[in-house]
């Protein structure tokens, strides 16, 4: 199979290294990941744009839904990206562990999670009880389309890693 590397900041197209540069600014470095959808001339613009819409979900909920797709899609490279992004969140390491399980203590974050992994295991489809549950945590349908929405990016991210295998460059926020 052909080996990925990833690519410098000399090898991208001129607006992938306008990106790249705030993309260093902004974090204090680019994510290999990023670095990898620059391949595409457009893609890191376009997957940005995307990944920063704006959403009816909270940073926190996104988190929730992120980390327990990358689990469902085993893509290491997202659930260690996704277990410090979902520590600046405020979740604990007991929470996140309860996250890649499938569940969380809170019942309308248990409801979310539940939803999206059940979402990304059946390629879009989901029972009944999980969808009716859903809802009576006091979710919306435009929480549904945002999470859908949401699942769509992390599936996309996580196909990209677990296809290139790139490194990880997170660093392990945990050994869980």
Do not use: W
């Not at 540069?21 to 940005?48: C, W």
């Not at 309308?108 to 999206?116: E, G, M, R, S, T």
């Not at 997170?170 to 869980?176: G, H, I, N």
Request: net charge negative; with cysteine; proline share 3%.
């Amino acid at each position: 199979m052909k080996t990925f590397s990833v690519p410098s900041r000399a090898e991208v197209a001129p607006l992938n290294q306008e990106i790249f540069d705030n993309l260093q600014k902004a974090l204090g470095f680019v994510p290999n990941l990023y670095a990898t959808i620059a391949y595409s001339e457009n893609g890191l613009s376009r997957f940005l744009a995307y990944q920063n819409a704006k959403t009816s979900l909270t940073n926190k909920e996104k988190e929730a839904v992120n980390l327990i797709v990358s689990q469902v899609n085993n893509c290491v490279y997202c659930q260690s990206a996704h277990l410090v992004l979902g520590k600046m969140n405020g979740f604990t390491e007991e929470q996140l562990l309860e996250i890649r399980f499938g569940k969380s203590s809170n019942e309308k974050l248990n409801a979310l999670v539940q939803l999206a992994a059940d979402i990304t295991k059946n390629k879009g489809k989901a029972s009944n009880e999980t969808v009716d549950q859903f809802f009576l945590q006091g979710y919306t349908n435009e929480n549904l389309v945002d999470l859908i929405l949401q699942i769509s990016d992390k599936t996309a991210m996580n196909y990209l890693h677990n296809l290139t295998q790139i490194p990880v460059d997170f660093p392990l926020a945990s050994t869980l």
